[in-house]
């Protein structure tokens, strides 16, 4: 059944992918459309290498793991993975911001592919910790540069613009995995290695469909168009100081958050691998949970402009645990429909960290999503390293419980955002 499906939408984004290659150069807004559903297609074919790892985790600590060890190993994995993948955004946020090229992207999406489907054939740890170091690059490299780019080539709906970019690669992370696996579990995971293909072949085409505008405007206001004459670029301090306060608040929040889904999605696998789940029953309930955070990002870009900013991120941080915690202590139907619920819940809030931070830091938004999507992935992920330590100390049972509870202490810190704007209205003309 995958194998067809995997045919048929070969066949129609290689169809549409041709469609999008006539007049690259037309500066109208039909060309900035289409530019953006190449970026979004593009993010879902590097997301779905971004999350092999959680798939192939259990399969890699039967390998090279020691019993004893299997999910301090684990942490490490993550910790090596998120240094590359989200602290290295901050570099290439800031690389972006001076050199507007799109080989960025190629470089993103080829080094993610080539990383990440060579780890089943890595012969050790330390081999294991260099493709991941590859493909994190990779993730770094095209993710600022790219969301900032999503949000421009929206428009004048640039929170629903930058939400279904999110979305696109979230559908990536959930999907991609599923159809990259099918052959690997079927007929043995020495095939990892052909399913770099795809991601090869759209690195190639990333320089040949996009061609950025160089008078698109990139900077960030509450709806998308600026309201004012362009301004020339200030220093990076300059225009961060004087809101050192939210900027930290925002960064806080988006990496303890991630702290509980990098957590979920990397521990869940190992301990539905100890509770005897198959692989492909395994996979399939890792696909879910990273689908319901694609849902959540996508309903956040429809909500953000309706209903008050800082309800939203209230009810996404007290709203989760409980649902989460719900799905770690039922089994069968419930615990899917906790488990993707409470994803939905804590991931509507993403979108809205990294449009703030992108308003705080006007000028300079590709650090700002670099701060918001790769440094703060990057501290949820070593902050994952302990996580596997005290799971190999006191079982994953009693460390998963705590992990899903985390969102509640970030709650009392949103009386700290009252100041900044509210996404729901309109910029001041």
Known sequence: MYST???????????????????????????????FYFLTLSHTVLDSYATLLSHLQPLLLTKLATVGARNSLAGNFVAIYSVFSSFGQIVFGWLSDRLQTVHFLTIGVAFSAIGLSLLWLAPSVNVVYLLLAIGGIGIAAFHPQATTYAGALASEDRGLGTSIFLTGGNVGRALGPLVLMFIPYRFGLKYLVWEMIPGLLVAFLVPKVLRFEKRLDLTATTRGTPNEAPR?????????????????????????????????????????DDQNYSDQVRSLVIALFIFAGSMGIMSSGWLMSRVNTYVL??????????????????????????LFFGNVVLTSSITINI???????RGHENIASGLMMGAA????????????????????????????????????????????????KPAPQ
Request: glycine residues 6%; without cysteine.
């Open 232 to 272: 020339p670029q200030e220093p990076l301090w300059t225009v961060a100081s004087p809101r050192m306060l939210p900027l930290i608040i925002l960064f806080i929040i988006a990496a303890l958050r991630t702290v509980t889904l990098t957590g979920l999605e990397t521990f869940l696998s190992v301990h539905l």
């Open 313 to 338: 991120l209230l009810v996404s941080l007290l709203g989760a645990p409980p649902l989460l915690y719900a799905s770690l202590h039922t089994d069968g139907f419930s615990f899917l429909a906790f």
């Open 377 to 424: 992935w990057g501290v949820g992920g070593l902050l994952n390293k302990i996580v596997g330590d005290l799971g190999d100390q006191f079982g994953l049972p009693i460390v998963l419980d705590g992990l899903v509870m985390l969102p509640l202490v970030l709650a009392p810190l949103l009386l700290l955002l009252r100041d900044q704007p509210d996404l729901s």
């Open 5 to 35: 499906i995997h045919i048929i939408l070969i066949l129609i984004e290689t169809r549409y992918l041709f469609r999008l290659m006539e007049n690259p150069q037309n500066p109208s807004k039909a060309s900035s459309r289409k530019q």
């Open 355 to 361: 449009i703030l931070a992108q308003m705080i830091l």
